[in-house]
């Protein structure tokens, strides 16, 4: 069995207030997309673990920001998903002023996975947090997640399409049950965060 890219991965704190965001320790890699789009499934994989973050059928689970300490040397943030309107404007609100909180004030954040359901055409609110991201000069790289779910000829057109978007940036297929992509991905990551 191949040995995996990061060996050691825990939970470390869920922060739900601004002013509690993680002082600045490790190098930190954060996860951001819409409710459902698969974060938890990717922070899992790539980590080797099931149950690490947890995984919903239910969007808006994740209402704080979790952190998980990896190889006792890295920080893996995983913010709550956004697009979801069950929840009321003022709960919305709150969730957006810590995801900006975060985004815009943390000093160790290396790079910011965005997450995007690649059997979708690219979402407004997609575009947006990509904008908002560009504007504030953070580096990300896409996700295409659940690329299982479609066919290969339906994949590269979403890749292809999702690079025309976003030629800066990194742009990666991604599916819990290729571990070729599962490896991928997190290399690409660790390099980030070495």
């Known amino acids: 069995m191949a040995t995996p890219v990061f060996q050691d ?20 890699i954060a996860f951001i997309g819409r409710s459902n789009v698969g974060k938890s499934s990717l922070i899992n994989t790539v980590l080797s673990r099931k149950n690490l973050a ?3 059928s239910t969007p808006g689970k994740t209402r704080g920001i979790n952190y998980y300490l990896v190889d006792r ?8 998903g956004y697009g979801f309107a069950k929840f009321s404007k ?32 690219l979402m407004e609110i997609d575009l947006q947090m990509a904008r908002w991201l560009q504007y504030h000069e ?13 066919s290969k000829n339906d ?14 940036h990194h742009v990666f297929p991604f599916s819990i049950k290729d571990k ?10 660790k390099k980030f965060l070495s």
């Open 9 to 28: 991965a825990e939970f470390y704190i869920t922060v739900t207030k601004p002013e509690d965001i993680v002082k600045p320790v490790y190098p930190e």
């Open 138 to 150: 953070r580096p990300f790289f896409i996700a295409l997640t659940k690329t299982d779910k479609i």
């Open 54 to 56: 947890r995984i919903s």
């Open 90 to 121: 003022t709960e919305r609100l709150k969730w957006q002023n810590l995801i900006e909180s975060y985004l815009t004030q943390s000093k160790n954040l290396r790079i910011i996975c965005l997450l995007i359901d690649s059997r979708h055409d």
């Open 180 to 189: 070729k992509l599962i490896k991928s991905t997190a290399l690409f990551i």
């Open 73 to 80: 040397k890295y920080f893996f943030v995983d913010l709550p």
């Open 155 to 168: 994949l590269n057109k979403a890749i292809k399409k999702y690079k025309e978007y976003f030629p800066d």
